[in-house]
């Protein structure tokens, strides 16, 4: 395989090694002397796989005793309609943080179940930075952040402090820095953009608050059937459980999400001081609300996209286009991304200043 600088926004990349292991275990698995897609979810070795995998997220995330971990599937956008069914009791109230298009997913399909107050929004500035979340009102059951915006390259450089407890959206964030999780009710996030392919979403329960809001939820959004069957209410999405556990291990060998936090901050550091040393671009976001994992950056010209992009290309570089909400380039840096993918970015952006500044 070529070597490829992958910067796609998600699905994304993953570490060698766990595509490695993961596409022979498709082939035969382990010495089970099938493949792990076509065996019973409820083999003693899968049971184990998804045992594993939620005791990992569990240990890594530094979650308290009170919370467990579910993998299930329909992704974070069904999770915007299961947070709010399981957190947001009959007739109550919810507090939502507007920062970019998938907190406008969640504040949609939250309306489904209650009523929503959107406490604070950056819309009007194309979502460039994080607003500041007073205090809410104590009726709101919780108020829902999104950790990190993954099309407008902001994120909350700390996590908000709440009077009510916090729900979060951290897809794109999970497992890239240390949090205090004693504020969260719930964290959610689809696996693909930092945890392994796509199929499969992470949800991480307070069970202490869990089963409050006096509603009969359909069983597949009843987070409490999930976890009366350990994650195995209908078969799972067996692939992606199994490749995520394996990133979680990888990510544990790594010395954990300490380690990697180190890695993605120097990552970052060294890109955006490059956005900001350089003539020829400029950042979206604004400098106090600007993301580790996604950075987004446009041409101050841009009569010279043609030229930029044939370079990057060039250099084997892909998925840099930004979204088309933002315009320019956008550059995910996730756990997998290595430092030296970074540094042959920054290499082409100094190259292109050199010939066309
Ligand atoms: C990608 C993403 C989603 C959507 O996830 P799906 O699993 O595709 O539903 C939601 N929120 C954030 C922050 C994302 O980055």
Redesign the pocket.
């Given at each position: 395989m070529a070597h490829i600088h992958n910067y796609s926004?998600?699905p994304c990349i993953l570490p060698a090694e766990v595509l490695e292991q993961a596409s022979q275990a498709v082939k035969s698995w382990d010495d089970h002397g099938l493949s792990l897609v076509e065996m019973s979810h409820r083999s003693k070795a899968f049971v184990e796989t998804m045992d594993e995998c939620r005791a990992l997220t569990k240990e890594l995330l530094d979650l308290p005793d009170r919370f467990e971990i579910l993998y299930l599937q329909?992704?974070?956008?069904?999770?915007?309609l299961t947070a709010a069914m399981n957190f947001l009791p009959e007739g109550g109230q919810a507090a939502y943080a507007d920062t970019?298009t998938?907190s406008a997913?969640?504040i949609k399909e939250a309306k489904h179940a209650g009523h929503v107050n959107v406490v604070t929004s950056s819309k009007d500035s194309n979502y460039d930075h994080i607003p500041t979340v007073g205090e809410v009102d104590a009726q709101n059951a919780f108020l829902h952040i999104?950790?990190?915006?993954?099309?407008f390259g902001t994120q909350y450089a700390d996590m908000p402090t709440s009077n009510v407890p916090l729900v979060a959206?951290?897809?794109?964030d999970i497992l890239s820095r240390t949090f205090d999780a004693e504020p969260f009710a719930l964290i959610y996030?689809?696996?693909?953009?930092n945890m392994g392919p796509?199929g499969a979403?992470m949800y991480a329960v307070d069970t202490e608050k869990l089963g409050a809001t006096g509603r009969d939820i359909p069983s597949y959004l009843d987070l409490n059937v999930h976890l009366g069957k350990d994650s195995m209410f209908n078969t799972p999405p067996v692939f992606s459980v199994y490749a995520t556990m394996l990133t979680l291990r990888w990510l544990k060998a790594k010395g954990g999400v300490a380690a990697i936090q180190k890695e993605n901050e120097a990552k970052s550091a060294l890109l955006y001081a490059e956005i900001d040393r350089n003539a020829l671009f400029s950042g979206h976001a604004q400098t106090d609300s600007r993301s580790h994992m996604n950075v987004t950056f446009r041409l101050n010209d841009d009569s010279h996209a043609a030229h930029f992009d044939a370079a990057w290309n060039a250099a084997d570089i892909s998925g840099l286009k930004g979204h088309r909400s933002v315009g320019g380039y956008r550059a995910s840096m996730y756990n997998a991304l290595p430092l030296s993918s970074v540094e042959v970015l920054v290499n082409v952006m100094r190259e292109f200043e050199r010939t066309h500044g």
């Open positions: 926004a998600g329909g992704g974070a956008s069904l999770g915007f970019g998938w997913k969640a999104t950790t990190n915006n993954t099309i959206d951290m897809s794109s996030g689809g696996v693909q953009k796509a979403v």
